[in-house]
């Protein structure tokens, strides 16, 4: 693979993937960068071939999701684009029998180890935060031990209370030691 995909790769695919409806995507301006050609080109390519993409590879968004992903992409004209398209993960890989470029498929390469990528960090994630919980768990039953330890090492820190003896002349051990009560 050129160097200059891998590039492309390592930069820009993870940071255009989006979450929109509870699915991982990327905008069809963002692919259509990525395989060097113009939006308009891909979504003619897609419309040519719809009966290749049903609703769950791909969706066109409505007007408000488009307000706020131009609040947080840069993408120049989102905001008033008449429609975009949101490619999944499947939807992606079918755009490389659509294009049939050897740049499309060497993206499309690249796109889909994106995905395993995120794929496998969020599994990671998850399994992280499990743990997490299950040791938050453990510790949660082991506090009134933990807490009746300290009261134990606490006990035997503080220094032993010796009685005091009274200084001076003490008046019974005189009566004892002349035999008077």
Sequence with gaps: MPKS?????????EKVIFLIRGQKVILDRDLANLYGVETRVLNQAVRRNRDRFPDDFMFSLTREEIRNLSQIVISSGIKHAPNVFAFTEQGVAMLSSVLNSKRAIEVN???????????EALMSSKEFSQRLDELEKRI?????SIRTLFQAIRQLMAPAE?????????LRERRAAYGRR
């Excluded at 995909?5 to 695919?13: G, P, T, V």
């Excluded at 390469?109 to 794929?119: E, N, Q, S, T």
């Excluded at 949660?140 to 009134?144: I, L, T, V």
């Design 5 to 13: 995909l891998s590039i492309i790769a390592a930069e820009r695919i």
């Design 162 to 170: 010796r009685p005091t003896k009274k200084i001076g002349f003490q």
């Design 109 to 119: 390469i690249l796109i889909m180890r994106a995905f395993v990528r995120l794929r």
């Design 140 to 144: 949660a039953s082991q506090d009134e």
